[in-house]
Every structure is written in C-alpha cells, then in structure tokens.
C-alpha cells in the first residue's frame, strides 16, 4: 500500500487517537494533576508501541517521566531523534473556552475551513508529536522506513524542562542520532510553508515590593507613606524609554545583531501588518525604535510584565494601601545572550532603582537560551524538499519570536543540531482559551513526515 493511501484508510483512526490523548490532563505546573500527567506518559509509550517501536519505556527522571522510544532497523543506517512533549500548559482562565478545554470538539473556522480540533494541548504539543507517531506507524506499515528512529517526548516543557539537561547528560549513548527533529513551531500561513530557524531564550523572575510592615487605612496614611503598588508601576515603567529601549543596564551587550543583508532577507518574509493588527484587534503595533514588527518579535529581545497582583482586587471598592505588591516578568533574549546573566543584570537593576522607602526581592524562575539552526544542513534540505512536495511551494525560512530551550541544550549536550519541523499556525491560540490545530495542519504533517525521511536518507548517502 502507498503512504498516502495508508493515511486515507487510517484518517478517523488516527483523529479518534488524537482525540482520546487530548482527554487527558496532563497540566504540568499544576501538582493536582500529577495522576493525569503520569497517565499521559504511560499512554504515550502504549501509542509508540502500537505504531511499531521495537522499545518503549516511561525513564523515571526527579520530575515527570520521559518516554523514550525506538525502531532500530540497521545499525548503520542514520538515525532520526524526534523530541517533542506531552505535558500541556493550565486551561486557565476556564469561562473564557467555548467548549471545555479537555473535551475535544471539532468546528470549522475561517482559517481552517476543513476544521479544527480544540482542545488544551491540540497544537502545542500533542497533536504536533502525535503526527510523528502516526507517521511512523504509516511508515512501518507501508515497509518505507528508510533509517532508524528514536523518540524522547517529555512532561515537563511547560515548567522550564528542568530535568532535561540531566537526562541528556546521563543517556547520551542511548540518544545517539543524527539529527534532532522538533515539531512544536509553525509555519506562517497554510499556503505559506515555512521553516522556523531560531527561537529566543528566556529569563524569568518574580518581583516582590514590601512597604509597610501591615495594609494600612488609605486615608489615615495615604500621602505620607510608600504605596508599594505604585512605587512597582513607577519601576516597571521606568525599564523601557521612550523608544521602547530596555534600560536595564548592560542588557545589549552580548545580543548579536543582524547584517543589513540578513534583515532585507528576513523582509522577504510574507507579512501583513494590517493583518496582524487585525487578527488580534489591536489599534496599533508597538515595540523598539529602529525595528519592523517581525524583527520586533523575532530578533530583538523583550521584556514584559506577565501578572501584576497586589492589595485589593475583591468585590466593591476597599480603602487600603498593601503592604506588598507583585509582578511576574519574561525577558525574551536573543543569540548570545545569557540567560544567567541576564537574570542577574535584571536583579541588580531593579534593586537599583528601588526607592529606600520600599525593599524589593527578586526570584528568578526557569530560563533558556535562544538558537538558531542551520539552513546548509541535509536535515533542513530534507524538510524543505518534504515540504515543497506536499505545500506545492518552497518552505521560507523565519525566525521565531517563541522558546524551546532544550535546541540550544541538544546541541550543547548532544552536539546534535535540531530541524524544526513545526505545523501550527500563531493563529491556533496556544497558551491561550480555545486551542486548536487544523485537520489539514495535522495530516498534511503525517504526509510531510515520511518525506522528510525518504530525502533526509537519499541525501546522506
Ligand atoms: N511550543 C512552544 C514554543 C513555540 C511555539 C515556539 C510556537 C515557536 C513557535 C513551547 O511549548 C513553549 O510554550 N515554550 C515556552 C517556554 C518554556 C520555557 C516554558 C515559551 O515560549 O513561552
Ligand atoms: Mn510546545
Ligand atoms: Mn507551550
């Protein structure tokens, strides 16, 4: 049987699968969860042996377990990595979902005319990875697996992939590849293949802004006393100027910047700034002097609030000025910054700026580091190649404003360079209410994948 006809005969089966993992809660950050998210892993490794791995394990790690896999045809044959990851970010907040977040529902959408499954969990990640395990099946039942073929598919990506590092170090030989292939990015438009090139790094932190010792009467003390909420609006303003510059001192020193050439190659790229404002209702765009939007989000490193809480936020109006306030803080780095040190500038920065009315604290949480792949190597030539059969246009290469940071730990551990090989469109609300990920999306994956195999072994030889 030809590959494309396996994949017509096996359509609803390979949905229904899809359908039955996206059931399953596995909400990493949330310790309420756990039971969901080891059954997620069990299932993974049942679904990896179904499609055919000679081997699959649940390899225990401190966190959530990582399933590993593999179909060893020939030991001198390459082999391919697939990394991907099973965990799902929290559904919150729960009334802003049409449909409940682990009930998938199929509905057409004016992006996605064939349909979309909504689900927590659709695109990012477990429909992307599920595409591998249904390509792989396709693959060993079509006797056209072309090389060797492990997977690594993780629990803990949504929480910083914090055991990772230690796992790479401790399985190298077990993870011997050729090439790490990562379908957890996007393409640009359903008919505008593309092939992500770089992510951004990340340093995370908490601040706390402590003034009086207690909550205070507004009117007894109001005016003659810190308001730590204010002095934090007054600090958190004050890490931009007026062309949107990061004033933390010394953050631009390692970032790389682009050669004129490679920003007027970047500019090729297809984008519609009317588009982009309207895809999300926004009156303007915004962002750093001297850059366009996609250099914005993809290039140039951020930082921005993600939560804000303090005093009271309850019903009606309360007269009290808090004792402490709070925010939580993403600073999206670029190659060659260091997320440590980034973290560390920051820290040093905002304890700086603090006025001696108030004491601040900050406490860093995960980070990573950005990468940027190749595109000299057979593995994108492959993807490319793959991607132009089934797209009928040649994939352009984008850099991405989003993180994986275990690429950079591949490579640095590993010494394996990564292809991303991503299908979701930005449009698929990841991280957000109403997830979702086109049918078209998922199989035109399934299609796509056992071409990249075909090419990425012709190529090698
Ligand atoms: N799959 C995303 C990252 C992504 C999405 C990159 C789309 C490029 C395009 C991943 O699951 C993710 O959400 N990463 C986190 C970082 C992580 C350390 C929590 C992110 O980017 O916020
Ligand atoms: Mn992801
Ligand atoms: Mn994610």
Known sequence: MSIQDYITSNKDR????????????????????????????????????????DKAIVMETPGYPIVYGEKIIDTSLPTVLVYGHYDVQPADPLDLWDSPAFEPVIKKTDIHPDGAIFARGACDDKGQFY?????????????????????????????????LDGFLEENKELLAADVILV????????????????????????????????????GLYGGGVPNPINILCEMIASLKNEHQHITVEGFYDDVDELSAEERAEMAKAPFSEEGFKKSIDIGDVEGETGYSVPERLSIRPTLDVNGIWGGYTGEGAKTVIASKAYAKISMRLVPNQDSTKITKLFQEHF????????????????????????????????????????YGKKPVPV??????????????ILGLKTVLFGFGLDSDAIHSPNEHYGLFNYYKGIETIPLFYKYFVEMKK
């Open 399 to 412: 850099r991405s404003g989003g993180s994986i940071p275990i690429v950079a730990s591949f490579e640095k």
């Open 131 to 163: 595409m591998h395990v249904k390509a792989f099946e396709t693959m060993m039942n079509t006797d056209s697996l072309p090389c060797n073929v492990k997977f690594i598919i993780e629990g803990e990506e949504e929480v910083g992939s914090e055991n």
């Open 183 to 218: 379908s957890d990015t996007g393409i640009i438009a359903n008919d505008i293949p593309s092939i992500t090139t770089g992510l951004r790094g990340l340093s995370y932190v908490e601040v706390e802004v402590t003034g009086p010792n207690r909550d205070l009467h507004s």
């Open 14 to 53: 390979f949905l229904e699968e899809l359908i039955d993992i996206l059931k399953i809660p596995s909400i990493s950050a949330d310790p309420a969860y756990s039971d969901d998210v080891h059954r997620m892993a069990e299932a993974t490794k049942d679904h990896l042996l179904k499609a055919g791995a």
């Open 351 to 390: 304890e700086r700026i603090a006025p001696k009315s108030v004491k601040v604290k900050v406490t860093p949480h995960h980070g990573g580091e950005a990468a940027v792949t190749p595109v000299d190597s057979i593995a994108y030539q492959a993807v490319s190649k793959a991607m132009e059969e089934t």
